[in-house]
Structure formats: C-alpha cells, structure tokens
C-alpha cells in the first residue's frame, strides 16, 4: 500500500513539472523611459539607456535564472502636456535583437525631449493597455528609468509624490511591483513615505548605486556570460519587495 501512494505520489509530482521546451509562465514587463530635459541633461539618461538594454535583454533571455517575460512594453513617461498619451512598444520589437542593438532603438524611437514628467498618465496607460490586452492575471513588473522627480505645475515639495496616483495600478493583477531607478536618494525616500498606495510593491534605488552595474561588465565576454553582472542585476535592481501601505 505504502508504495502504490509513493508510485502515485511521484505520478502526481511528475504530471505537475513542465516539460523542458514549455513556454514561460505568463508575466508582462513594462519599461518607462523618462525622456525629459532634466533627466537628460542630469548625466544619468545614457547610462540609464544603456543599463535598460542590458535589463530588457536578460529577461527576454531568461538568463541566470530571471523571470522570462511573455510580454514587454517599453514607453515614456511625459509629453508636451499633463496627461498625453504614450506609444508602447511591443515585445516583437525586441525580439532578436542584441543589447547594443536594443539601446539603438530605444534611443531612435525616443528622441524628444519632454517638458514634462507625467508619471500619473503613465499609470492610466499601462492600465489601460493591460486590461486591452487581457494580461490582467499575469504579474506585472514596471520598471522606469527617470530621476523620480513628477512635474505638477503649483505644487511643491513632499505634496508632488503625495499626488502620484497609483490607483490604476492597484487591483491591476495580483502582483504588481513598481520599480524607480537613477533616483536622488533624497527623490526616492520621497517616493516610499509618500507616494500612495495598498497592494502595489515599490522597490528605489539610487543613481550612484545604479551606476555601478559597469564594474561588472567583462569586456570581451557575450552577455550569456556576463555572471557578475547578471548577479549585480539580480540582488541589486530585481531585490524581491515586500508589500508595504502608505495611505
């Protein structure tokens, strides 16, 4: 008796492991580019494209273990006025492209300088085109690239990030991480006491920090090989968040 229940047990187990060549658990990856003025002139915007491509280019790739998106997304955050709608690019896009050739087209398709830095719209927009796209049950991941400092004309101080809506968000799907890197570190505690939100988890971490990805780049080395940095990627930007409330 003991060995029919192991024998099914293991029939059980085995009948649960997908096969080697199943596609990847269904998850989305939206990319925000913060293509303003200030963040362009601020010394972070290349080195912040450059990591991006790399970011894009390991999770396509599945590699060293990271979570392979079945779809991406990559727009700004902004326009010429408060509530514009952005273009998002679509994983085919991508698709085959090499991290130097990811950065090409990142930089081809957003040449403008934007006045301002909506991250509101930006939220109502992925929103939107999740629920379009009916990816709701899929986790979302929304990685932006920006200083992390909004643009609302009248307001000031520690009011700008109390105003950043996230609602859109919220009951999206039900794991939504929100990640904001090249921050000041002084933006991105503003960014995690005073932002707004329940069930989204918020994950900074600042410019200085994130500049360092370039210490573990092997210069004549493929990127499927690139270990350290993979590694850097992983405890330093991909850090597993926890959720936390700030009403």
């Known amino acids: 008796m003991r060995a029919l229940r ?24 939206v990319i925000g580019l913060d293509v303003s003025g200030s963040f362009r002139k601020g010394g972070h915007f290349d080195d912040a494209i450059d990591f991006a491509s790399l970011y894009i280019y390991a999770h396509m790739k599945g590699i060293d273990g990271m ?35 990811i950065a090409a087209s990142l930089r081809a398709w957003f040449p403008e300088d934007d006045p301002i830095t909506d991250y509101n719209a930006f939220f109502e927009r992925i929103s939107v085109h999740v629920q379009r796209q009916n990816l ?16 609302m004309p009248g307001v000031q101080g520690e009011e700008l990030y109390r105003r950043i809506n996230m609602t859109p968000l919220e009951y999206l799907s039900r794991s939504v991480t ?5 921050a000041s570190p002084r ?12 069930r989204v988890r918020l994950w900074t971490q600042d410019a200085d920090v994130m500049q360092g990805w370039r210490r573990h780049v092997l210069s004549s080395v493929r990127p499927e090989q690139q270990d350290s940095l993979w590694s850097w990627m992983k405890n330093v930007v991909d850090f597993r968040v926890r959720r936390g409330k700030v009403i």
């Open 6 to 29: 192991l024998a099914a047990l293991a029939t059980l187990v085995l009948g649960c492991t997908p096969p080697k060549d199943a596609p990847p658990p269904k998850s989305t990856l």
């Open 136 to 151: 709701g049950l899929a986790p979302l991941s929304i990685v932006m690239f920006s200083d992390g400092v909004p643009d």
């Open 178 to 182: 929100v990640r904001l890197l090249y």
């Open 67 to 101: 979570r392979q998106p079945s779809d991406v997304f990559v727009g700004t955050m902004g326009g010429q006025k408060t509530g514009e709608a952005k273009t998002f690019h679509p994983i085919q896009d991508l698709t085959g492209k090499s991290p130097a050739q």
């Open 187 to 198: 933006v991105a505690q503003r960014w995690e006491k005073h932002v707004p939100r329940k």
